[in-house]
Structure formats: C-alpha cells, structure tokens
C-alpha cells in the first residue's frame, strides 16, 4: 500500500544535498520504495525528525541565525547579529492512518511565539485525505516549503513573504491528495480557513500589504468576518524534470456587517501562484521560481496609497561546483547561487497625473552556499536592491552582506 | 578540486565587490538632499530632531490610531516626500472664502475638502457655490528661519501703496489667529489680527498653528490644540500627544535650507546677474534676516529663501476665487525658490510647480506670472534664448 504519509515522508531521488528543495530526510522513517519523490505539498512532513525505538512521536526543528551589514543610500546602521527564527516540530502516528504534526515558531529571538501549522491528517484514500487545525494555505510553493535550511539564501524572497504572505497560516479544515505513477505525480490540496482582515489595506506600511492581517491576536479564534477564505493548489510532478504549481486564494476580506447591520459592501482579496522548480540533469542546476498576483477590492474614496493590485516573485538558480568529501565532511556540497527578485506593492497610473504609480523593488542576490551536510547550511549572500516609493521618486539603493547558518536538528 | 577552486573564487570576487565603494552605495551629496538638520545643533537637539523626523515622516496613521475618517493623506511624509514638494496625487482643495469677511461654508467642511475616506465612509464632496483653490504641497526647509523673520522686517519690504513705483507692492495678510498660537516678541497687530506668514496665502502665523492643522485637516488626526474631529464636527479625545506635535515643530524649525549648487559655475553667475536685472528678485527675495531665538544654531542668521513671504497681486490668470485672511483672491505669497531644482526629485521626476502644480516647467511658472510680476514676467519673455537658459540654469542651481 502506497500510503500517501509515507511517501511523502520518503526520500527525493534527487536528495544529494543540492539542496534548497529536497535536502532533508527523514531518519527513523521508513520509505517507501515507489515513486515518491516528495512535492512542496508534502514538505511539511518532509523534514528530519528523530523517534526514540519505537515511539510513534518524531521531533525535530531548525534554527537560523545570522551577521548583517546594510546600506542604505551610504547610510548604515552598523553591524547587526539576529536569530530571526527557531521552529520546533513534532510528528506523531496515532494509527497508520491518522497523523498529527505541529510547528512552532519561534520568531526574533522569542519575542514572538506562534503556532504554524498543527493539523490532524486523516487518511482515507490516497486522493482524499481529510486534514483540519493549523494548516498551512497552499498559496505558492514557498508557503509550504518554507524551512530556512532548505534555502541557500538568508532572506526569505520578499515578494512571497511580504505579498502572499509566507508563512500564513490558518484555522481550517479541507481535503488534499496525491496520485503518482512512476514518472508523474499529480496533487491538489483545497481548504476553508479563516481569513484577512481590513489591516491589509489600513497598516503603518501605508500599502496594501497582506501580512498585516496576521497580526490580529484573534484569528486562530474566530474569523474576522464570518466568511471562509478558498485556497486551492493543484501541482504536477514529472519525474526528471520538475513541478509546476498553480494556486489560488481568495475571500472578502473586510467586516461588512457586525450584529447584523451593514457596514459596507463585501470586499474581496484574490491571490494567484505559480511556482516551478526544475533541475537541469547534466549540470546538476536547480532553479526555483515564484510569481504572484493580488487583486484586492479597495474602496476607490480611500485613495491611491493602498494599491488595488500586486504582483512579484523570485527566481533562485543553485549552482552546486563542488560536491563530496569537503573539509572532512563525506558528503558536503558547495554551491553558486543567485536569486533575482522583484515586487509592485501597486500597480497602476495616477488618475490626477496618469503616471505610473512607483511603489516597487528589485534585488539581485549572489550567493554561496556550503553544505557539509544536507541539513545544514553556512551562506554567504550579498544583497543589492532597488527600491522607489509612491511616487516614482528616484530610486534608494539598498546593498546588504549577509553570513548566515540554518540547521535542522 | 576544480569546483572547491570555483566556489573559492565566487566568494573572494564576493567580497573583493562587497569591499569596493560602489557595491555599498554611496551617500548622496548633502546639497541632493532636503532632508538633515540645520548646523550647529545640540547632542539634545539633535534627539528632539530625530523624535519630529520619525513622526514627520514614517508615523503612518491607519483607522485604528486616529486617521480621518476623512482625510487627504494618511501622513506628513506623503505629501512632503523627503520634505520636498509634493505630487499632484496628494493634492488638497480649499473651499468657501472669497473676501476677508471670512469663510462661510465652515458648517459644510471648509476650509479644507477631505475627499478621502476610510472604508464604509465617504469622503466630502465640494459643496455647490463655494470658491476653492487647489494646493500641491510646498518645499518643506529651511522654515525655523521663515519663522523668525520680525513682523518688523515683512513691514518694511512691504510696500502696498507702491511708493517706489516699481509696479510691485508687496503687502502682509492680517489674520485672526487660534488661542493656543502664542505671539512672537515684538509682534506687530492691528485690530486684533496679526501677520501671518505661512501657507501659499500666507494665512498661518507659525509652525506650530501650521502643524496642529495638517494633522488636524490633512490627516484627521485631533491634538489638544485642534481638537474638534473634521467628520463628526465635534471635540473629541487628543489622537496625538502635545509631545509629539512639539517634537515636529521642532524638527520643522531645525530643518536645514536647501544648499545651492554650482555656485561657482559662470552660467549660474549670469543667469543671476539676469534674474535681478529683470526684478524677479524683488519678490523672490534673496536674502531675509532671523531675530533671537532659543535655538542657537537659528537665531540671528541670514539665509536665502528667494521670496520676500509677501502676498503679490499674480493677476487673473492665477486668480481662483479662493482666499484666507484679508487676502486677495488673486494674491500669492511669493514661493519661496531655494531647493527649485530638487523638485523633481520629491515630483515623481516631473515638475509641478505654482500653488496648484500646474506648470510642468520651470519656464511654464514664469510664464503664468501676471499682475505685478507682468512686466518682470515681459523682461523674461524678451530675453534671447540663451539668456533664458542661463535664467533656468541658475534658477535649477537653487
């Protein structure tokens, strides 16, 4: 029987610490021996967990720590040392068709702690399982395989972070699947979860900037208006040559009634994702990339500042130049990487002038990476990015080196 | 071995780059920027300074700390970018004065039109009847120096008669002023009003009657010195503290004046030999004198505005049926020149200039100059072409 955990929990055939997407691996889990290279669907599960005999409890985690000198427009604040992240995560069997697992974060040095994801997956058949808590929305691949180890970059891409807005999860319950023969996988993933609330288009970041709603110290207890967010994601898997993922996510965002009296009309955020990742086989490369768009419905009295539209991404192209014993380490790998990224937080023309509305960056981010093991990661990365505000003024230039590490353990 | 060798090569051209200037970027020159504080501050001033430039410029107001419901722009920063001009998007109406008798649309919304709302509200509509004048937001330096000019020194520049028949008087607007505005020494007042210089009427006395009411007007934010809500038209709890708007105002004083650059090219030399041989300069005053004050680094300075913050008759063209104070409908307080050529740069690029922005260029502005700034405004339509560019050139030097 080909249950859909364990070949999700199996290892990538393509494993050997390229790294940035299938670098981790169970220990103590056994794997499956058909098809089962892992999609971003299953990185949740897939990550190294350590189980004690025969205990059905996994656990295991990550943390990321880094060096950071930035400068902006000559100006810089000197020298900064961070440890934006420590997630901790437990897996447990309950019956060969019921799992559970949990991820807890543990973000800027503990001064906030959140729960990403802790669901119950329930198995019934290998295209319809049954998965309710915390779950992670399946917008984008980074979303769900979002582990700073994997990366070969300090930064998460900001377009995913700051327009999706990785990691964002939710209270919801939904079905998911996967059905694979030995060249094709195919899975889907759709859920109903709490959604966005008006801080999206009202925030101290003056934009329309999705990642204020999670703020809200309630939205793992009641939805801020009483209707679900859609998120769905279909993907599709060819052996030897890649994934590809398209995925949608949407609902009204705003309170449009409270105690039965109407407050405003129904108001909608709509996001589309796709996301790719390949490697090309002779050379070994591994390229990763992201876009998305976001419409939201912004009363049009508010004004221009809060952006009706966005779109950006990423693309990350990875570069291994040296693989094997390195420095002792038997199974080490060296990296060249380089991620180029952009973002339009609005999109549109002035209506009093009829030029474009500023408001966007791009960065180019080369990178080495080296892996003495597929779990851990020592990066060095060198930020350049552009940046315009509103009004297309001209553009402040942002140059940062990072020296990162990031380690499952 | 061969990819060890590459990846070593990667990371020292990395940081070969990385050790290189201009892959850290380099600042720019002092006198691109507006931004930065006058010479000569205290360590304790330069504090104040930073504490008014946070809430100037990146305190954004959202619902939930205070914003309208009906505003024009959710901060300072949005329409003084960089405390430079504005741009036509942050753009704000005027309604309901047509004479010194005073506005009388104050029950439906004046003076000022906020047309922006925050979800669920909407914002005002200009009323039928009421006269109303759009304002591109000014350059925003140098102003402690514009505040410490004596009434004194605006009288004896002011010429309303004419006496010396140049065909450009020059007079001050006499205006009522809020309780809370505390008079300057030596203030000059006459029947109970007194000179206001502030604004593109020159309608507000100081910096800190000019802040009370942007957060007040522009921002729908309430301050224990404007407290009544611009929505509800009621007095309502102060959404911003006393502090904060004095550390603002401080910040507005200290604000350094723009630098002019190229002083020593022989194009801007000439092009200001012809700006006041053809009496531009006697309205865009060059050079204007402060009094005492507490703050040092201010107090009893010469600094070089290029305006005599005088009201001007500009003639119908720029005549919009709007006024403050016992302006004129078609008076203007003479736009102060310093930091002209950095416009573009808070723009979008563009120039959009005169109270309303509505000239794109340098020369379209002198173009729309009328009343007593027509024959100045002729002597610039009869310069050759050459000469006109030196006119710009300098005039871009400022």
Request: hydrophobic share 35%; charged share 20%; net charge negative.
């Amino acid at each position: 029987m080909k249950y859909i955990l364990v070949a999700c929990c199996c290892l990538g055939l393509m494993h050997v610490s390229i790294a940035q997407v299938d670098s981790s691996l169970f220990r103590r889990i056994p794997r499956d021996t058909s098809f089962g290279k892992s999609m971003n669907m299953d990185a949740v599960y897939n990550r190294p967990f350590l189980s004690v005999g025969k205990v059905p409890v996994a656990t295991g985690g990550y943390v990321e720590s880094d060096y950071t000198y930035s400068t902006m427009d000559g100006i810089s604040e000197g020298h900064t040392f961070r440890i934006p992240r420590l997630t901790l995560f437990i897996a447990s069997s309950l019956h060969r068709k019921i799992k559970f697992l949990t991820e807890v974060e543990f973000e800027d040095g503990g001064k906030e702690v959140s729960i990403e994801f802790a669901s119950l997956d329930f198995m019934f058949h290998p295209l319809v399982n049954f998965r309710g808590g915390i779950v992670m929305n399946p917008i984008g691949a980074f979303n769900q395989n979002h582990d700073g180890p994997k990366w070969e970059f300090v930064e998460r891409p900001v377009a995913m972070t700051q327009m999706l807005p990785a990691t964002w999860s939710n209270v919801g319950f939904g079905l998911f699947g996967k059905k694979y023969s030995s060249s094709w996988a195919f899975g889907y993933e759709l859920y109903l979860t709490n959604g966005f609330d008006e801080s999206i288009i009202t925030n101290t970041r003056n934009r329309t900037y999705l990642p204020a709603a999670k703020n809200s110290p309630e939205r793992f207890m009641e939805s801020s208006n009483g209707q679900p967010l859609v998120t769905g994601k279909v993907a599709l898997q060819k052996k030897s040559i890649g994934e590809v993922g398209i995925s949608y996510m949407g609902g009204v965002y705003n309170k449009f009634q409270d105690d039965g009296l109407v407050l405003d009309e129904k108001r909608r955020v709509d996001v589309v994702a796709v996301d790719f990742n390949t490697t090309i086989p002779v050379w070994k490369t591994r390229i990763i990339g992201e876009w998305a768009w976001v419409h939201v419905n912004v009363p049009l009295s508010y004004g221009p500042q809060y952006g009706h539209r966005q779109y950006g991404g990423f693309i990350d192209v990875v570069q291994p130049v040296k693989s094997g014993t390195i420095f002792g380490f038997s199974r080490s790998v060296l990296n060249a990487a380089c991620r180029i990224e952009y973002g339009d937080w609005n999109v549109g023309k002035f209506e009093e002038t009829g030029t474009t509305i500023g408001d966007c960056f791009y960065a180019v981010v080369p990178a080495v990476s080296f892996r003495p093991t597929p779990q851990t990661v020592i990066r060095v990365n060198y930020r350049r990015e552009w940046s315009r505000d509103i009004i297309n003024n001209p553009s402040s230039r942002t140059a940062i080196i990072q020296l990162g590490i990031s380690s499952y353990f | 071995m061969r990819g060890l060798i590459i990846g070593v090569c990667v990371l020292f051209s990395i940081i070969f780059i990385v050790s290189c200037d201009s892959v850290m970027p380099a600042s720019l020159e002092e006198d691109q920027l507006l931004d930065g504080p006058v010479s000569g501050l205290t360590g304790a001033e330069h504090r104040q300074f930073l504490l008014g430039d946070a809430a100037f410029n990146t305190e954004i107001f959202t619902g939930q700390s205070g914003l309208g419901p009906v505003f024009v722009a959710t901060s300072c920063g949005s329409c003084h970018a960089g405390d430079g001009k504005g741009h036509p998007f942050t753009t704000l109406t005027r309604f309901g004065q047509s004479d010194a008798s005073g506005n009388k649309f104050l029950a439906q919304g004046g003076p000022q039109l906020q047309h922006r709302a925050l979800p669920g509200y909407s914002g005002e509509r200009l009323p039928d009847g009421a006269s109303s004048s759009r304002f591109v937001a000014p350059i925003n330096t140098g102003l402690g120096f514009m505040e410490l000019v004596s009434d004194v020194d605006l009288l004896a520049m002011a010429d309303p008669e004419d006496i010396d028949g140049d065909g450009i008087s020059g007079i001050v607007n006499w205006n009522t002023i809020p309780s809370y505005v505390k008079v300057a020494d030596g203030a000059v007042s006459h029947e109970g009003k007194y000179i206001t210089r502030f604004g593109k009427k020159a309608s507000v006395y100081n910096l800190l009657q000019q802040t009370a009411n942007a957060y007040n007007q522009d921002i729908g934010i309430t301050s224990s010195f404007e407290p009544v809500d611009v929505y509800s038209h009621l007095e309502v709890d102060p959404e911003i503290s006393t502090q904060t708007i004095n550390n603002v105002v401080f910040y507005l004083q200290t604000l350094k004046a723009p630098i002019q650059r190229s002083t020593e090219r022989e194009e801007v030399i000439k092009g200001k030999d012809l700006f006041v041989g053809i009496s531009c300069e006697k309205c865009h005053k060059q050079t204007l004198r402060t009094g005492n004050s507490h703050i040092a680094a201010l107090a009893n300075k010469e600094f070089h505005p290029y305006s005599d913050l005088l009201l001007h008759d500009m003639g119908s063209q720029l005549d919009d049926g709007y006024t403050e104070g016992t302006a004129k409908t078609y008076e203007w307080r003479t736009a102060p020149l310093w930091g002209l050529g950095l416009s573009p740069n808070s723009q979008g690029g563009s120039y959009y200039l005169l109270h309303d922005g509505r000239a794109h260029s340098i020369e379209e502005a002198i173009l729309w100059h009328g009343g007593e700034a027509a024959s100045s405004r002729q002597s610039y339509e009869q310069l050759s072409d050459a000469d006109k560019e030196l006119l710009i050139t300098f005039l871009k030097s400022l």
